[in-house]
């Protein structure tokens, strides 16, 4: 059964750093291309970045380019995001998400995880 | 990059009756890259439909996608309890990935 347990979220302040993990198990890890979605408190879903399954491409949103920086380690089947000059409205529910597809970067989600909330407030 | 746009913003109606969503692309979507996911309360998105009219892994077949270019559209045949929620259409063909603004399809 495939499982998608996200952790680290909480509360930071404007300007703070985060990493969030995302702790993957039923699947091989290392074929898919993962990514993360967020959906801010009440509003819809926004893709965040997504990484091969190799962890050599990565592509982010405008939104975060800069800020954010997803990677992996595949030895520990774990999905990273490390989220730097946080702003308020980075405020949101952070899923992690599988591709459907293995061993192609097509950010279509079979799978997602519970969700971490990250609130970003003085 | 593509802009999707669905509607209505909400659908009231009984359960037994079919509902009709529609998302509309800003260009062409390329090779039917559609998709649309449901939410409930409180719970991650789930994938229903994807390539426009493939349904996927356990969706039941009251679930049905069609359309192509711009204007695409799911149909749920027979409305279930459980199918009052929020629904999004998604382009994957390219990055950035949209996502629609959503549909709430509630109980009249």
């Known amino acids: 059964e495939v499982q998608l347990v996200e952790s680290g979220g909480g509360l930071v302040q404007p300007g703070g750093s985060l990493r969030l993990s995302c702790g993957a198990s039923?699947?091989?890890?290392?074929?898919?291309?993962m990514s993360w979605v967020r959906q801010a408190p009440g509003k819809g879903l926004e893709w965040v970045s997504s990484?091969?399954?190799?962890?050599?491409?990565?592509y982010s949103a405008d939104s975060v380019k800069g800020r954010f920086t997803i990677s992996r380690d595949n030895s520990k089947n774990t999905l990273y995001l490390q989220m730097n000059s946080l702003r308020v409205e980075d405020t949101a529910v952070y899923y992690c998400?599988?591709?459907?597809?293995?061993?192609?970067?097509?950010?279509?989600?079979?799978?997602w995880g519970q969700g971490t909330l990250v609130t970003v407030s003085s | 990059e593509i802009v999707l746009t669905q509607s209505p913003g909400t659908l009231s109606l009984s359960p037994g009756e079919t509902a009709t969503l529609s998302c509309r692309a800003s260009?062409?979507?390329?090779?039917?890259?559609l998709a649309w996911y449901h939410q409930k309360p409180g719970q991650a998105p789930r994938l229903l439909i994807y390539?426009?009219?493939t349904r996927a892994t356990g969706i039941p077949d009251r679930f049905s996608g069609s359309g192509s270019g711009t204007d695409f559209t799911l149909t749920i045949s027979g409305l279930e309890p459980e199918d009052f929620a929020l629904y999004y259409c998604?382009?994957?063909?390219?990055?950035?990935?949209?996502f629609g603004q959503g549909t709430k399809v509630e109980i009249k």
């Open positions: 039923g699947f091989t890890f290392s074929n898919y291309a």
């Open positions: 990484i091969s399954g190799s962890g050599t491409s990565t």
């Open positions: 998400a599988k591709d459907l597809t293995p061993r192609l970067l097509l950010p279509l989600f079979d799978y």
């Open positions: 998604q382009q994957y063909g390219s990055t950035p990935p949209p």
């Open positions: 390539g426009a009219s």
């Open positions: 260009q062409s979507v390329g090779s039917r890259y």
